[in-house]
């Protein structure tokens, strides 16, 4: 008996041992899944061709956005350094005209400012207070104006 015949006895037994239509619904049903699995992986790669080229666009516009405002603070920061070098500068040189101008610039009696319809008190508070009390009522919260909010804070001038 030479070994191929033991061999193909062998495959010969294992063969009698499985259903021939089980083992068709198997490969039927790995068929599919290999159809739907194609068909899937072909979505997902043109969702992410689609992703990268909205990604690429928006991540431009938002470094340009980006330098704009990075541009902006720049600018701010300088206008405010200009107005404190002013400030001193015309507080050295007229020391009494500063102190009479600084002094119209902050109210002696109440006023009342309009914002959105609302009447908004204004008392001789620092400008940065005032912007809050302002704030604070166009909100329609019941915040009393001594109330300061840490979230709003304006820049200081001096």
Do not use: C, W
Not at 99 to 111: R, T
């Amino acid at each position: 008996m030479s070994e191929n015949a033991g061999s193909d006895v062998f495959v010969e037994s294992l063969n009698s041992l499985v259903n021939e239509d089980d083992m068709n619904a198997v490969l039927n049903a790995q068929a599919m899944m290999l159809g739907r699995f194609e068909k899937t992986n072909e979505m997902l790669a043109k969702f992410n061709h689609l992703s990268m080229s909205q990604f690429e666009k928006v991540s431009t516009e938002v470094k340009g956005h980006t330098a704009m405002l990075h541009g902006m603070r720049k600018d701010i920061d300088s206008i405010f350094r200009r107005i404190r070098i002013l400030k001193t500068k015309l507080a050295t040189e007229y020391p009494e005209a500063f102190k009479l101008a600084i002094e119209d610039i902050e109210p002696h009696e109440p006023q009342e400012l309009t914002n959105r319809g609302q009447q908004v008190p204004v008392t001789s508070a620092s400008p940065q207070q005032v912007l809050l009390d302002i704030d604070n009522h166009s909100n329609d919260e019941d915040v009393s104006p001594s109330q300061g909010s840490a979230l709003h804070t304006v820049p200081s001038i001096n």
